[in-house]
């Protein structure tokens, strides 16, 4: 079957830099997006493809994929960036999206 | 500036249909995949479904029996409506646009959430 595996949380000092990664099970047809999820706030995409960050997402944010594995980088973390981070993809034998189950980042 | 505005009742008792519907503001409709995403309290985000260039659906399997998305593309808005609700469908609930079709014939391998509405808490209770 097809799933996406997060770790449940990760920690990172302040100005260092931290890996966030995403298990692909199934799923090696398409990318892994990543999305920053805020308290109170609606999901925002930081990296999609094979390594794309939309307008106005800062350059510490970069990703990449390895066999089965999805990772979002931040080189020099911020303070802001302490959030949830859920990766997601489609699933080509289903066409159907699959969320991890989202990692929290906290920035110390 | 596109944005996605969206709207719907927020209190729903058991068994009432949650609806919600989403309107594409400054920008192009037909040509993108268009979906619904929510966030029961505690939990991640989970698909709900969507609705493409070519009004085709497809939904989360776990919804399905109960769910129909549809879209006005006069009016360039879709619709979410989720019938016999419980405390279980509890949300926030988000719209969402997904990649543009000529991406996914172009890129092979993309697929992202690049534009969100801000969300509607639906709470369903007696």
């Known amino acids: 079957s097809s799933d996406l595996t997060q770790d449940p949380a990760v920690s990172v000092a302040l100005g260092q830099t931290v890996r966030i990664t995403c298990q692909r099970d199934g799923l090696r047809n398409y990318y892994a997006s990543w999305y920053q999820v805020k308290p109170g706030q609606a999901p925002v995409l930081v990296i999609y493809g094979k390594n794309n960050r939309p307008s106005g997402i800062p350059d510490r944010f970069s990703g990449s994929t390895s066999r089965n594995i999805a990772s979002l980088t931040i080189t020099g973390a911020q303070a802001e960036d302490e959030a949830d981070y859920y990766c997601d993809s489609r699933d080509t034998s289903t066409n159907h999206v699959i969320f991890g189950a989202g990692t929290k980042l906290t920035v110390l | 500036q596109v944005q996605l505005q969206q709207w719907g009742a927020g209190l729903l008792k058991p068994s009432e249909t949650l609806s919600l519907t989403c309107a594409i503001d400054?920008?192009?409709?037909?040509?993108?995949?268009w979906t619904w995403i929510r966030q029961s309290p505690g939990k991640g985000l989970e698909w709900i479904g969507e609705?493409?260039?070519?009004?085709?659906?497809n939904y989360n399997p776990s919804l399905k029996s109960r769910l129909t998305i549809s879209r006005d593309t006069s009016k360039n808005q879709f619709s979410l409506d989720l019938n016999s609700a419980t405390a279980a469908d509890t949300a926030v609930y988000y719209c969402a646009r997904g990649p543009l079709h000529m991406v996914m014939v172009t890129t092979p391998g993309y697929w992202y959430f690049d534009l969100w509405g801000r969300g509607t808490l639906v709470t369903v209770s007696s």
């Open positions: 609705i493409d260039h070519n009004g085709n659906t």
């Open positions: 400054g920008g192009s409709f037909s040509d993108y995949y």
